[in-house]
């Protein structure tokens, strides 16, 4: 089982990367690489980002696949967005996904994902790669490597070091379910921390083909709107 996880970065900024894991149900996955680079943003990046995918059956990107509904429901009339009490909806987030009630539901207690509207940029650049993917035949997921990391660090097989979110905290927590993460990924490397939220991306699209990944909201169709966690 062949999964592609995408820590997205900006159509003209910031660090994309892309990590590749395979493995078959029963064992672990491995990590077959790891790629980051500027030819993954530009004008030509989405097209590079297609052409580098290969024969994964699932791509998982770290980034927001979907907008809050009142900024894209175009019915006037619509009860969602005018409740009869006046009260404005929630368009900064996707309140099914993004809430505090939605990640309690799966025992994440930390500070759910960032706002929708605080990542506009990369969801635009995003929700228009999952598109251009789709066409191309992939399924694509939504993933949050921080909910990863923290859903494998409430059941560790091994002390882990490192403060909660820095690189040592990553790389340790990937090293228990991941093989062949230091030989894809050396310390210090450039954007280390893109290359290993890629690889945790990818985890969650593995076990999102084994039927092992979980979902925020819970019980969301496998190819409705949410996002997959371990």
Sequence with gaps: MLAAGIDLGGRT?????IAW???SQGSWPRVLEVRAGAELRGDRGDTEVLRSLGAAAVVAIDAPLTLPHPTVCTDDACPECFPDDGAAPAYGSRSAMDSVAAWRAVDHVEKGPMATAMLAGIAFRAIYLARLLRRAGFAVIEAWPM???RALARTPEVPIPGEEGDDVWRRALLETRVKGIGQAIHRADTAE???LDAVAAA???WLWLARKARSVPPGAQRDGEAIWIP
């Design 21 to 23: 894991v395979d493995g």
């Design 13 to 17: 900024t910031g660090t994309t990367a």
């Design 203 to 205: 985890y969650v699209g």
């Design 193 to 195: 921390r893109d290359r």
């Design 147 to 149: 909910g990863a990391y």
